[in-house]
Nanobody
């Protein structure tokens, strides 16, 4: 099992950057695919980025070229570097373990607000 705690959210102006972190408990972290998803008010949860145990990545078209997912297995942490932020990126961002189509384990979320 794994427990996830997100941090790094906040308020930033359009065009700015934020770096989100997701700290995982448990020794199984390095064996898990990890994901970042987001949910804005009134919208469905959206898968933003995925990174496999081998470091392969996938991104939603809406963030491709602006966001970078990475992981540090020694620190049991997955990151989401967000650059060139847009107001439409405003959402609660969640990390999740496992394949994108599996239930997995979710963190509590961290709020990202991008002002125009």
């Amino acid at each position: 099992q794994v427990q996830l705690v997100e941090s790094g959210g906040g308020l930033v102006q359009a065009g700015g950057s934020l770096r989100l972190s997701c700290a995982a408990s448990g020794s199984i972290f390095r064996l898990l695919t990890m994901n970042w998803s987001r949910q804005a008010p009134g919208k469905q949860r959206e898968l933003v980025a995925t990174i496999t145990t081998g470091g392969s990545t996938n991104y939603a078209d809406s963030v491709k070229g602006r966001f970078t997912i990475s992981r540090d297995n020694a620190k049991n942490t997955v990151y989401l570097q967000m650059n060139s932020l847009k107001p439409e990126d405003t959402a609660v961002y969640y990390c999740k373990s496992g394949s994108p189509d599996s239930p997995g384990t979710w963190g509590q979320g961290t709020q990202v607000t991008v002002s125009s």
